[in-house]
């Protein structure tokens, strides 16, 4: 339906509100006039995704564009964005790329092979489909010429062209030699798309010269004995690992250096936290101007840009500019990196794809136009992209020279059509900076400074790594690397024997910190014996956070939490130590030790002045095996924020509300080897309704499974109950917990599963049949739900201990009770972690 939103009534004539009457009606109304088109873009508003509003979205792009309809991939960015200001950037973006004004049609080439003559015919050559003369790329073109294919092969960086029997072209590297030469008469098939032209004859091929170089990389020098260069990082932040970066700065500072950090604009705890360093050390600053620097988008290629550009105003000394992330880590030292850069003045440090360009240009949508806006990368159709230049790309994670990042960020350049038409064509492409500096170095003065080398290692198992996981922030299938664990020890360290290399990523120490110790050991010649060591802390809530917005659920568990604390702390006698009822959460910091996750720490304020608490708790496993000789099922778990690159739940102290997706993984033990295929998920809501069946493939018995809860509008609160079926006998059952939040109305029924309940219900554990206990916690719900949730809390979770943070608490000691100060707790986060201090 359309709604008509109410308006003052001296906007809308009576004309207008009969031709709005009309339009209802008869949706399909050729509508000109530009003043109710404007109107109606005010008054139609997207309720639910119903026809009538899907013809209004068309009906006011096709007014608004004057550009007719703009493509169907176009149309469904528009429609599936939120903003206003959205759809209207999407729209004309997408007029513009109809009206062929988005793209350069050609820009220069500042980098010719020498002694070399772009588009020069080289003769006509007897060739054939057996053996090609060029045979390094071929394809058959529609609307084939001779610059058509020549653009094509230099773009791929290929030497040489070669058009064959009007409609075919090819390209190579090596010139084909005489004795296949003949006369011209051999190449006279007109080309198919400009008649006036001759593109090769039957058997007989007329090669052309690209002009492009050989593609060859700077050849690198060894390592001067102390030589020294000056180096810039840029650190691009995203997250909440505040002791990891934290642990990276203190590896990498030297005072000579200067380090430039930009934190997502969505991560406030992040910079706030950095932003001392401002105060401590004057060779680190964070950018102000921050960007929402989402996976792929183009705002990662600003966040360089203007990041180097400030490099230049802050210091005038730097040579080399490196970029790296909160997931990097050294694998040398930061001296043996300056005498390596020392013995490679000038040298450019980038990465190449390493594959057919074709094939690199299609697989990373540098065909395709992206537009970024709330925080999505929207695809709007195909391109052509600009004739006369070489395209590479490979790796976003570069080293260059000053001279370069001068050229790159100049204002003066402005008028060097290279370098304004790349800026252009970058501001609509997906994953910018992993091409942008390789085709401007490669098609400028500075091509020969480029080294194929980046100097950094990554971990690629694309198998898992190449998982569409990112369509929730871009309409493409990408891929990232894996996380270094301690397992990948062997293959690190034997890159490193035989490559130049001096960074690794991906390192995350929620999930392995031992291998990020060992290294650091191996970079300083000695055995870490740091207090916390093989401990790791990483905030998740802070009082202080302006974003990302508040969970209102996970704040209400963790209050809870806290009561339930003090409670055990007083022997449940709280009367006696009013002072000490929890007041507010303060912080939530998930704790990691020897790699495996231990619990969330709660640090909350109490209402006797000055006096803080931290507590650690765990969630407690709610699964239950029915087959105990030996368990079939070695992991069955349900959470939520599911990474199936890395297999492992992010939402790890596993708070669910009415608006969670649930998913269950669950893995077959290691003795299952031969399954049949019949399994079955079952979902159970907390009035035992089945809301949900999956069947599953349980063929592969060595992976990690998942599946996601996928129901219309908010899951009910309470106690849900997942069953695994095999063979028509339950395996296991787990339960987990929808909790409320205030305000939250959660408590409608939806829609049931379609097949009758009664076949699935005797899955269901004993206990949770019986009817008297769900309606006991239906009526608390109903009555009180604090008292609901603090009883749901304490089935649920368990408080593993707890301690003080300044004075110890006058209540608490007057009644004897042994607690420590948060200062000398191993697990608290207040206790010492010098690896991650930078002094």
Known sequence: MLAIVPVRQHLWPDSDITNIRQYLRNPRVNWKSPSLTKKLSICCRKKKPQTKQQVCDRKLIENKSQCGSVGKTALSAIKRANTQKCKEELKEIACKLKNNELVPERLPNYCPRKESIPGSSLGCFHDNNQSRLLSSYGVKLPGLSVQKCVDLCAQSAYNYAGVHNGRECYCGNKLPSLEHLLTGQYCSVPCDGKSSQTCGGVDATEVFDTGVPTRDSAKLQDPIVNGTAKIAFILTLNGRALRQVTRLLRIIYRPHHVYLIHVDARQDFLFRSLLQLELKHPNIRLIRKRHSSIWGGASLLDVLLQSMEQLLQIDSQWQFVFNLSESDFPLRSIESLEAFLAANPGRNFLKSHGRQTRQFIHKQGLDRVFHQCESRMWRLGDRNLPAGIRIDGGSDWVGLTRQLVQYATSSSNNSDPLLRGLKELYRYTLLPAESFFHVLILNSKYCDSYADNNLRMTLWRRSQGCLCQHRHVVDWCGCSPMVFRTSDWTHLTSVMAKSTVFF???????????????????????????????????????????????????????????????????????????????????????????????????????????????????????????????????????????????????????????????????????????????????????????????????????????????????????????????????????????????????????????????????????DARSVAARRARASLLNNDTVSFLDKMVAEFYAIQDICYIGHPPNCANSHNHDMQSCLITDWSSFSQDPKSNLL
């Open 504 to 766: 690794a990523r991906k390192f995350e120490a929620a999930l392995d910190q031992s291998i990020m110790n060992r290294l650091e050991d191996q970079l300083t010649n000695s055995s870490l014996t740091y207090p916390g060591l093989d401990s790791y802390w990483e905030n998740a809530y802070h009082v202080s956070d302006l974003t990302p917005k508040t969970n209102l659920a996970l704040l209400g568990v963790t209050e809870s939490l806290a009561k339930h604390a003090i409670s055990l702390l007083l022997q449940n006698d709280v009367a006696e130590c009013t002072s000490l009822r929890p007041s507010r959460t303060v912080a939530i910091t998930s704790y990691f030790r020897h790699d495996h996750y231990q619990g969330d720490l709660i640090h909350f304020e109490v209402e006797e002045k000055n006096v803080l608490f931290e507590t650690l708790v765990k969630p407690l496993s709610k699964t239950i095996h029915f087959v105990d000789s030996p368990r079939l099922l070695s992991i069955f778990q349900v959470g939520s924020d599911y990474d199936p690159k890395e297999l492992v739940l992010r939402n790890r102290l596993g708070v669910l509300s009415s608006r969670s997706k649930p998913v269950v993984i669950y893995k077959w033990a290691s003795h299952v080897s031969n399954t049949s295929n019949l399994a079955h998920l079952v979902w159970f809501d907390p009035d035992n309704n089945v809301r949900a069946v999956h069947q599953v493939n349980v063929t592969n018995t060595s992976k990690m499974n998942s599946q996601q809860l996928e129901l219309e509008g908010p899951l009910k609160l309470g106690v849900w109950i997942v069953a695994f079926i095999h063979d028509g006998k339950r395996i296991a059952t787990t339960e987990f917990f929808i909790t409320p939040q205030i305000g939250d109305q959660s408590l409608q029924l939806g829609t049931v599963y379609n097949e009758s309940h009664k076949a699935w219900e005797k899955y269901l554990p004993d």
